[in-house]
C-alpha cells in the first residue's frame, strides 16, 4: 500500500513540476523582455509597435569548439492574426548557429522582432533557419527605429543579444527555431493548434502565460503601420 501510495505521489508530482518549470520559463522570457525594452539603447518601442511577433529565449547557451552555436527555450508571442491584440504563447526552442573559431561558453537572452506577416507564418512550421528560410537583420537600438538601414526594415525577423550586461542587435544565421510542442501540452494541458494560437481571436491565455501577456499588452497595446 505504502509503495502504491508513493507511485501515485510520483504521479501527480511530476506533472506539476513540468508546470511550474514551463510558469518560470514564461517568466524569465517577461523579465528579460521588460529589461531590453527599459534599458536606454534597447529595443525601440515603436519597432516593437511595428512588429507582429516578439520571441524571447531567455539564457540561451552560446558555445564554441571549433564550430558556434546556441541552444535554448522561450517563447513567441504574436498579436492575434498580426494587427489584433497580443494571443497566447506558443512554445519554442532554438538551436544551432554560425561557424565559428573560437572556445569557449556563455549564456545570451536572444529576442527576435517578427515584423510581418511572412515572418510569423514561419512559426506555423514546426522549424524555420534564419536566415535561410526566413530573412533576418541585426535589430537597430535606441528609443526609435529611424537609424535603421533598409535590410533591417524590410527583414522579415530582426535579432537582439543580451550577454553580461551588454546588448545589441546581432546576425543570428543558420539557427533553428522549432515548436516545442512537450512545452505547449505542458502550459495547456493537451496537444494544441498553433495557428489557433495566432490566428483566431479569443483564444484563452494560460496562466502560466498571463503575466507575459499582460506585459506585452501594457508596452504596446496597439499595431502601427502596414
Known sequence: MKKKMMALALLVAQPLAAQVKETNRLDACREVLQEVLDMPEGIPRDLLAKAECVIV?????????????????????????????????????????NFG???????????????????????????????????????????????????QMYAEILTYSRSRGLFAGIAIDGAVIKQDKDGNERVYGDAVSPKALLFTPGQAIPPAGKALVDALRGISPEKTGP
Not at 539564457?59 to 527555450?73: D, I, M, N, T, V
Open 101 to 151: 573559431l573560437q572556445i569557449g561558453g556563455e549564456a545570451v537572452d536572444l529576442v527576435f522582432l517578427v515584423m510581418n506577416r511572412k515572418g510569423m507564418e514561419h512559426l506555423l512550421q514546426s522549424q524555420f533557419t534564419l536566415g535561410a528560410d526566413a530573412s533576418v537583420a541585426a535589430g537597430p537600438k535606441g528609443r526609435n527605429a529611424e537609424a535603421a538601414t533598409d535590410i
Open 57 to 97: 529565449i531567455p539564457s540561451a547557451k552560446k558555445f564554441a569548439l571549433g564550430f558556434g552555436g546556441r541552444f535554448g527555450k522561450g517563447a513567441a508571442v504574436c498579436r492575434t492574426g498580426g494587427r489584433g491584440p497580443w494571443g497566447p504563447p506558443l512554445m519554442v526552442s532554438i538551436g544551432g548557429g
